[in-house]
């Protein structure tokens, strides 16, 4: 019983958390979910590795999954995501099954092979969108608010051009969510720990890497 009653606390805060994120991080905070409807837009939908046989993962499929319901306009579809811990590059693979599954047109769908983190799937896919009228991050919800904050950091003139995707419906995936959740939150803790190093002067700055060395490894 009281396993059962910590399972349903820990999908419950898990569900807040995703939910609280999707609507975090764009152009116009006060209007989210009214972006504007003109214009071109990309979907950048954020890489993961696909299970060792080559075969998607269920967090590819997620978001890609996420990504077809996310496009509204005309425009192009980013997979960014290299080989990092597979022969096949993810963004090789996750757009193989957009296509072939999903049915995202072939024309439509751009692959951004040599990002390793979610900084680099961020600043690798910044010359493939920067003309766009608007921009949507694709992933979790909690992964994608932390990437829209890695776009207003590398590029703060884009920043006003985020539109909401798709990614948050209520028990979705929730298995997903709870991991992931998980993840992002220890993200946060490690990247507040060293801020508070800097601060206390526990750590010399002059010895640290570049930021966007330090933001790639969060």
């Known amino acids: 019983m009281v396993g059962a ?3 349903l606390v820990t999908v ?3 569900e807040a958390l995703h939910h609280r994120a999707s609507r975090r991080g764009f152009g116009d905070e006060s ?3 009214t972006a504007g409807s003109d214009g071109t837009e990309a979907v950048v939908v954020l890489g993961y590795p696909s299970r060792p046989d080559g075969s998607t993962h269920p967090l590819q499929r997620w978001r890609c999954r996420i990504a077809a ?5 005309d425009g192009i579809v980013v997979f960014t ?6 022969k096949q ?3 090789d693979v996750m757009a193989r099954y957009a296509c072939d599954v999903l049915g995202i047109p072939a024309g439509r769908i751009v692959t951004e092979t040599r990002a390793r983190s979610t900084w680099q799937n961020i600043e690798f ?12 991050v694709v992933s979790d919800p909690m992964h994608a608010a ?4 890695y776009l207003r950091i590398q590029r703060p003139d884009l920043a006003t051009r985020l539109a909401p995707a798709a990614d948050y419906r209520l028990l979705e995936q929730w298995w997903l969510k709870v991991p992931t959740a998980a993840h992002e939150l220890a993200a946060v803790a490690r990247r507040r720990a060293g801020r508070m190093l800097v601060r206390t002067g526990r750590v010399d700055t002059t010895t640290m890497p570049t930021p966007v060395t330090t933001m790639a490894s969060a």
Do not use: C, F, N, Y
């Open 89 to 91: 590059a993810e963004a």
């Open 81 to 86: 995501g290299g080989a990092v811990r597979r």
């Open 125 to 136: 896919s910044i010359p493939l969108i920067e003309h766009a009228d608007r921009i949507r």
């Open 146 to 149: 932390r990437a829209r904050r």
């Open 69 to 73: 319901r996310s496009m509204h306009q």
């Open 31 to 33: 209007g989210w979910d």
């Open 5 to 7: 009653v910590a399972g």
């Open 12 to 14: 419950a805060a898990s």
